[in-house]
């Protein structure tokens, strides 16, 4: 697939498609353009796309595997008709009257198409523009060197048929095409080349072109000026050349684009490195260059991103670790090819983070702690809105480090700048859905939901997903005490769209199954039992090996323990077989103090206590669950755990933080609820002890502030690296995972009991199929 815009689209080489079905893995990679996402397969950006045997057929899954491996040792690029015409136009460094590089001319000659353009593909209607620049780009190279006569007569025959697209505002523009299309229109006047264009079309661009830079020569914000330097082909004599050139990189080039590096050699001086950098490139290429040199991290770095977004980054561990321990390396060298760039910079940042590494923000990130300084030092930058975006995204993985200050500052401007866009109505629909969905805190959406944003790709039959979970209650006879079928489908939901590797079905089941229980079990203590009924539970799980002995005071306690003991009880097998010791004694004993708390949060409902803050916290973020949970859930994993893992410091910690951000969630949202309920809760009880001098919304504000506390140190534990660390990945990863679904359930209202959104997305994840057609 031949791409040359001037949005420098980066894409890996595309396979061909077949007659009546895609038949292999595709992959467009581009974080920088507009463009490119509407252009062949009109996709997403960053998609991989599925061909339909791969999911029909395991052959086929394997063969695609197998590609997608290949390709991370690959790092082949498309050619660009725009800049290899540039280039084409450097004049010989012996005599100004012979090209540099004559073997581009030989190409544009002979891979003209038959319609008389150069560029992408003719026939997608919002390309127009993209075939014009590049179209009159070689007009000017042939018509400098005069040859190519008749390819010079069949080009202006193009431009005379399709010219009206250029003041067509629904045609997708490539990045500064206001700037350099005109410039191009005079630079032809200067060759005597007489374009077939409205003569009052051409003026009002020259108009609009000199108006735009002239705003930008007088406006104090001095990096808009020098934002204009990365179209410097499009200033022309009007670029300060000696100040462009100061932005050289130590590869040679300017801002890694032939064009614009060739046009510094055609309009300011010979460079030697300028000239070395082009050579360079066409020693690998031959006779023509690509839209942008060197690709090698940029396109890593959106192969990584684009399987971990998709949620198949589990069968490329180890070539996903290749790459980010080398990007790593190069961080640390401070290497220019990643810091040299802001989108670039800002994902790897966010890479690396949340895969581990310890990287940190300090100076890297300094220079766009606000919107004036992210234009002022950010130079030459191409496409600043998509520099923004990833800005945003990276400044989402802050944790409690206090260097991370910046990310905050910087999360503020990315966001309101984004926002207002998205209100004027200044981003193109391609990109409105990435935007509207990188607003969207990351630790606050499914990781499946999110991966088939990314992936309509191929259709399944549907399936019964829940039918293991589904005959388990049946079994246990959960319908019978009143408990919804619906916290069956959420509980399940909630792992599935998360923990959903094959290897982790027991975890998974495990997961959802201590959830319901608890569930049924806070039912109780909420006002559905008797004290005696949960004395009785108490006492059942004290003697648990003789709970025989101890009998049922009611049905329903009945059924539920019959369902603990037998879920317990299977769950200490399977971890038993996978740790190679009896784990059940911590099972009990976590759910022994789970109730105990839960008795004491009905006491003092019953007596009308209200606790200190302190003594509320110490309890409620027992009965949240999450140490029944997650804890229970990690003997399923994988990794082999200690005998006094759920003892250890690490465990603790993380555990303890997982348990306030689930907490402190769910007391913001069921706050109303619980008052009415006369239920403890920390908002009430803040209220409570200020004896009327903080409001409910003062109140609020402070235990969101202190939930956001709470979940950058559970970040910062969870990624970080530092020596004493010693709970597997996997493991620490759970917790994370937990807190992000805290934040899903809590953000809108609580959608654990009054599921809204919760149930399109399980319908989504679970049920439906996945739409072909696009």
Request: charge should be negative; hydrophobic fraction near 40%.
């Amino acid at each position: 697939m031949l791409l040359g815009c001037r949005n420098k689209i980066i894409w890996l080489p595309d396979h061909k498609l077949g007659n009546d079905k895609l038949d292999s893995f595709m992959f467009p990679f581009c974080f920088s353009c507009s463009l490119c996402k509407e252009y062949a397969i009109y996709q997403r950006p960053s998609i991989v796309r599925c061909s339909i045997d791969a999911a029909s057929s395991m052959d086929g899954f394997n063969d695609a595997k197998e590609r997608i491996r290949e390709t991370f040792g690959k790092n082949e690029l498309s050619p660009s008709f725009y800049d290899t015409a540039w280039v084409a136009m450097v004049p010989s460094r012996v005599s100004l009257n012979k090209p540099c590089f004559p073997q581009c001319l030989d190409w544009i000659v002979e891979n003209q198409r038959e319609d008389g353009s150069w560029g992408l593909n003719p026939s997608h209607p919002l390309l127009v523009k993209d075939s014009l620049s590049s179209t009159l780009a070689c007009l000017l190279a042939l018509s400098k060197w005069r040859i190519g006569d008749t390819q010079v007569e069949r080009g202006l025959g193009f431009i005379e048929t399709h010219g009206w697209a250029v003041k067509e505002e629904n045609q997708i523009s490539p990045q500064g095409f206001n700037i350099i299309f005109p410039n191009m229109i005079n630079y032809a006047k200067e060759l005597n080349l007489n374009l077939p264009l409205d003569p009052d079309l051409v003026n009002l661009m020259i108009l609009k072109r000199d108006l735009t830079i002239e705003r930008a020569l007088k406006n104090d914000l001095k990096g808009n000026i020098e934002n204009l330097e990365y179209f410097a082909e499009g200033l022309g004599e009007l670029c300060n050349w000696k100040t462009t050139m100061l932005h050289q990189r130590n590869n040679g080039s300017l801002f890694d684009s032939p064009a614009t590096t060739a046009a510094a050699l055609i309009y300011h001086q010979h460079d030697d490195k300028c000239f070395e950098y082009l050579n360079s490139i066409l020693e690998l290429h031959k006779n023509w260059v690509p839209t942008i040199y060197p690709t090698k991290i940029h396109s890593c770095l959106c192969l990584v991103d684009a399987l971990q977004n998709l949620g198949v980054d589990r069968y490329f561990k180890t070539q996903v670790k290749s790459v980010l321990d080398e990007i790593y390396r190069l961080w640390q060298q401070k290497n220019d090819e990643i810091f040299s760039d802001v989108a670039r910079c800002a994902m790897a940042f966010r890479l690396l983070r949340m895969n581990n590494y310890e990287v940190s923000t300090e100076k890297l990130l300094f220079g766009f702690v606000n919107e004036e300084c992210f234009f002022r030092t950010s130079r030459g930058q191409l496409a600043s809105d998509v520099a923004i975006l990833e800005l945003h995204k990276a400044s989402q993985m802050a944790t409690h480090d206090e260097k991370d200050h910046i990310l905050d500052k910087i999360n503020t401007w990315t966001r309101t700048f984004m926002e207002q866009k998205l209100l004027d109505k200044d981003i193109v629909d391609s990109s409105k859905k990435e935007v509207e969905l990188a607003l969207r805190k990351f630790y606050a959406t499914h990781d499946r939901v999110e991966s088939r944003r990314y992936i309509e790709s191929y259709e399944v039959n549907n399936f019964k997903i829940l039918k293991a979970a589904y005959r388990w209650f049946e079994d246990c006879r959960l319908d019978q005490v009143d408990f919804s079928q619906q916290h069956l489908y959420t509980s399940y939901f909630l792992m599935a769209s998360t923990l959903f590797e094959p290897e982790y079905s027991d975890a998974r089941l495990a997961y959802a199954k201590n959830t319901m229980l608890i569930t049924l079990v806070d039912d109780f203590f909420d006002g559905f039992a008797c004290k005696e009924e949960l004395h009785n539970i108490i006492e059942l799980l004290e003697r648990w090996d003789e709970y025989s002995t101890v009998g049922f005071h009611s049905e329903r306690i009945n059924i539920f323990f019959s369902a603990l003991y037998q879920t317990i009880e299977d769950i200490a097998a399977k971890a038993e077989i996978r740790q190679g010791q009896s784990v059940k004694d911590h099972f009990i004993k976590m759910w022994f103090d789970l109730v105990k708390c839960m008795l004491m949060e009905f006491d003092w409902w019953k007596s009308k206590t209200t606790p200190s803050i302190e003594e509320y916290l110490s309890v409620a973020c027992v009965t949240i669950g999450v140490p029944c949970v997650v804890l229970t859930t990690q003997y399923l994993l994988g990794p082999k755990l200690s005998e006094n893992f759920i003892e250890c410091s690490e465990v603790s910690a993380l555990c303890n933080r997982t348990s306030m951000v689930a907490r402190l969630h769910n007391d913001i949202r069921t706050y109303k609820r619980e008052q009415a309920e006369r239920s403890p809760n920390i908002v009430s009880i803040l209220i409570t002890q200020s004896q009327g001098t903080m409001s409910e919304e003062v109140a609020t504000r402070q235990i969101k502030e202190m939930l956001e506390s709470q979940r950058r140190e559970l970040l910062g534990m969870v990624v970080s690296q530092r020596r004493g660390r010693q709970l597997p990945q996997v493991c620490r990863d759970l917790f994370w995972k937990t807190s992000k679904l805290c934040y899903c359930l809590y953000s809108h209202g609580d959608e654990f009991r009054f599921p809204e959104k919760m149930k399109n997305h399980i319908t989504e994840v679970i049920y439906k199929p996945i739409n072909l057609s696009t």
